[in-house]
């Protein structure tokens, strides 16, 4: 009945899938907003909950690197003294884009990023990645850390909120598989 409402023409549409194929195409913020006339997220969240809990596969902790994929590794640093640092390192299978392992610096804050770079360099050798994706955020701090340890480290070209906009239609899609680490 909503969406009636807000389509009104929607009895005059040729394709009867249109609104599936929007859902899984479009961010929620702007499939609510363009079909539904409903603001953005619900409660200020970034993901639908249904969406993201569909896309978990329970019991996976940790995927072991394996010789048949191509990982990709993407790091969010911290100073040390508020947040923590965590990598995340994926891979894709066909379609599906498959995270295979997330670490954290670990402990609470205040901790030393640089132990952090060290650890992480670590775990992209385990899974032979040779560049890790980040942020903006010190870049050439960490540029030069992860250099040391023989690790590329390059600047996203997309903001954070580009990011959370490309991955919203894969993860509504079911494109993506999460592991099943609750933090």
């Given at each position: 009945e909503e969406v009636a409402r807000a389509n009104p023409s929607m009895a005059s549409?040729?394709?009867?899938?249109?609104?599936?194929?929007q859902k899984k195409r479009l961010p929620s913020h702007k499939y609510?907003?363009?079909q539904f006339n409903l603001p953005g997220a619900p409660d200020g969240a970034a993901f639908s909950g249904e969406h993201v809990m569909a896309a978990i596969v329970e019991g996976r902790k940790v995927l072991p690197p394996a010789e048949a994929h191509r990982y990709v590794g993407f790091v969010d640093m911290s100073g040390g003294s508020n947040d923590d640092a965590v990598l995340g390192i994926a891979h894709k299978d066909g379609t599906?884009?498959?995270?295979?392992?997330?670490?954290?610096?670990?402990?609470?804050?205040p901790f030393n990023p640089r132990h952090a770079v060290a650890k992480f360099a670590g775990v992209l050798k385990e899974y032979k990645v040779s560049r890790v994706v980040g942020d903006a955020y010190a870049g050439q701090t960490f540029r030069a850390d992860f250099e040391s340890h023989g690790i590329r480290y390059e600047t996203s070209t997309r903001t954070k909120h580009e990011i959370y906009e490309a991955f919203e239609p894969l993860l509504t899609a079911s494109e993506v598989e999460l592991l099943d680490v609750p933090k």
């Open positions: 549409w040729a394709d009867k899938d249109y609104l599936a194929q609510r907003r363009l599906r884009s498959v995270l295979d392992v997330v670490v954290s610096q670990s402990g609470s804050p």
